[in-house]
T-cell receptor, first 116, second 109 residues
Framework: DSGVTQTPKHLITATGQRVTLRCSPR?????VYWYQQSLDQGLQFLIQ???????AKGNILERFSAQQFPDLHSELNLSSLELGDSALYFC???????????????FGQGTRLTVV | LAKTTQPISMDSYEGQEVNITCSHN???????ITWYQQFPSQGPRFIIQ???TKVTNEVASLFIPADRKSSTLSLPRVSLSDTAVYYC??????????FGSGTRLQVQP
């Protein structure tokens, strides 16, 4: 158990719909990362938050948005869903001190999104 | 952003030592090298991290030459349960968690 909790574990929805994925980081971790992994693909970095502020943006579509709340949990919102958005969505958390290296990031078990 | 190059796949047998090399020619001075392991449908798991020379922990060793343009992850005496995808990451701070394509290791009995 990594200490990172993602809900729900599975989600099936129709095209055009909107869903919200939730992530609770490890206790004390201020940084949250979101990744998308399509079938047999690598992990695509979407976005990073640090203590409530957006810190880095990757290949995140305009239909997707995220936020980190004062209690440090994060939500990834996916709207106008398309078949191609079907994927595993992972959240990770870490301790990041200034510009130093991330010593270790802890990943949740992911949310498997299926768009039909 | 330092680009990494790893073999797409490797095969080994139980009990052998496996070495996976990652090239990162444009590594920056303050970049660290980190390796993760991922099993199917699971989140990646941290294996080891280093800056230079050699780092060893209970599961692996990481060898980094003086020029830091490559690194080698060494897994001693692999077992079937080591079959997974291994990712080499190079970066620091906010750039530290950019994943490449990874190396798919298949361990045979």
């Amino acid at each position: 158990d990594s200490g990172v909790t993602q809900t729900p574990k599975h989600l099936i929805t129709a095209t055009g719909q909107r869903v919200t994925l939730r992530c609770s980081p490890r206790s004390g971790d201020l940084s949250v990362y979101w990744y998308q992994q399509s079938l047999d693909q690598g992990l695509q970095f979407l976005i990073q938050y640090y203590n409530g502020e957006e810190r880095a943006k990757g290949n995140i579509l305009e239909r997707f948005s995220a936020q980190q709340f004062p209690d440090l949990h994060s939500e990834l919102n996916l709207s106008s869903l398309e078949l191609g958005d079907s994927a595993l969505y992972f959240c990770a958390s870490s301790v990041v001190v200034g510009g130093q290296a991330v010593t270790e990031a802890f990943f949740g078990q992911g949310t498997r999104l299926t768009v039909v | 952003l330092a680009k990494t190059t790893q073999p797409i796949s490797m095969d080994s047998y139980e009990g052998q030592e496996v070495n996976i090399t990652c090239s990162h020619n444009n590594i920056a001075t303050n970049d660290y090298i980190t390796w993760y392991q991922q099993f199917p449908s699971q989140g990646p798991r941290f294996i080891i991290q280093g800056y230079k020379t050699k780092v060893t922990n209970e599961v692996a060793s990481l060898f980094i030459p003086a020029d830091r343009k490559s690194s080698t992850l060494s897994l001693p005496r692999v077992s079937l349960s080591d079959t997974a995808v291994y990712y080499c990451l190079v970066g620091a701070g906010r750039r530290a968690l950019t994943f490449g394509s990874g190396t798919r290791l298949q361990v045979q009995p």
